[in-house]
């Protein structure tokens, strides 16, 4: 028996088909149990909701959401939520089935999950959007709650967002509720250590991959694709606690190189003063995207787009090292080249989770109404991030394989464990 990667089901569009092509391929290798591979390959719930938001000048619009769960099987779901007028049921189907292997990758007690709104919401005024998130997040109660789901921020959604949604679930069960979202601010039980935790995780791992390449961090050169909060905390992390040297950066404004390399508090500071974009920063020369992802480096890490490093790209690639700080920034026949061309690949699901683990030690606190220190919070996060990347390198090695199929074997075998320990009930 093999495993029906489409049997009598449809996927919702082809971002999640090139999601379960990646799953196949691990699955595979390891020779998943066919009956555990089937259920795993799709979401076990989806909700679409339609909803009524008054607009300022009265007139009553209607928005489209999502909330997809992928698996629960080690424990509630976990994922942002999303507002952009692009998104679909594919798109956030597809990131929660990602999110599956991502908290399995790590060894977090969750499911994986993702929500969404179509909405641009730079169109809204501020009475707009907190009417728009409240409305979404009361459609979306049934299945959210600190022991069933619990979403977080993503594209477009913040912690004001997130508080929001928080007051809005408390009104709604008659109690305060701050384990039901993460993210959120610091006195409505937010977490030390948040908006720094992904581009902390990237650090790490980059650090550790140049442990096993056989790199001096301390004198390796790095480029960065995307000065968001990943992309900056990134730069700010492997500069400032490992010695590296950011020697190329760029944003939706273009690149900049200096090769005797940034200081990256002073290039945060422009870009805050400058409309949050790093164009114009005078101790830069100006590069293109494609002269960024090509340049001869020890590591790049791609923090800002889907697809950024495609086929075309990867025959030009330089470096030694790629961190995905983005989620999937290298398309499949990239990676392909990538691989021949023995470049260290850390894959998304790895390099980036640092965000969510963090957002679980949030949780965590919020449950038990203990917080922590950030010393405490960066040294957990520290431990587990360098115990991950261990378990997956040490997986590339055993099954002769690539970084991203390792991790995904690594994942799929604690999900599978799990599935098939529980069992199938009601039967």
Known sequence: MEISKMGNLKAPGPLYEMAQHQFLKAAKLMDLDPNIGNFLLWPQKSLTVHFPVVMDDGRVE????????????????????????????????????????????????????????RVDPSKLSEKELEKLSRRFFSEIQMMVGPTKDIPAPDVNTNAKIMAWYMDTFSMNVGQTTLGVVTGKPLDLGGSEGRPEATGRGVAITASEACNVSGIDISKATVAIQGFGNVGSFSAKILSEEYGAKIVAVSDVSGGLYNPE???????????????????????????????????????????????????????????????????????????????????????????????????????????????????????????????????????????????????????????????????????
């Open 62 to 117: 209607i928005f489209e959401g999502y909330r997809v769960q992928h698996n629960t099987a080690r424990g509630p779901a976990k994922g942002g939520i999303r507002y952009h007028p692009e998104t679909n049921l594919d798109e956030v189907s597809s990131l929660a089935f990602w999110m599956t292997w991502k908290c399995a990758v790590v060894n977090l007690p969750y499911g994986g999950g993702k929500g969404g709104v």
């Open 261 to 427: 390399g940034f200081d990256i508090d002073d290039l945060i500071a422009y870009r805050d003063q400058n409309g949050g974009i790093i164009k114009g920063y005078p101790k830069g020369t100006p590069i293109t995207n494609e002269e960024l992802l090509t340049m001869n480096v020890d590591i790049l890490v791609p923090a800002a787009l889907e697809n950024a490093i495609t086929e075309k790209i990867a025959n030009d690639v330089k470096a030694k090292i790629i961190v995905e700080g983005a989620n999937g920034p290298t398309t499949e026949e990239a990676e392909k080249i990538l691989i021949e061309k023995d470049i260290l690949v850390v894959p998304d699901i790895l390099a980036n989770a640092g965000g969510v683990t963090v957002s679980y030690f949030e949780w965590v606190q919020d449950l038990q109404s203990h917080f922590w220190e950030i010393e405490d919070i960066r040294r957990k996060l520290t431990k587990i991030m360098k115990r991950s990347f261990g378990e997956v390198f040490a997986t590339k090695q055993k099954y002769n394989t690539d970084m991203r199929t390792a991790a995904y074997i690594v994942a799929i075998g604690r999900v599978a464990e799990a599935v098939k320990k529980r069992g199938y009930f009601p039967m």
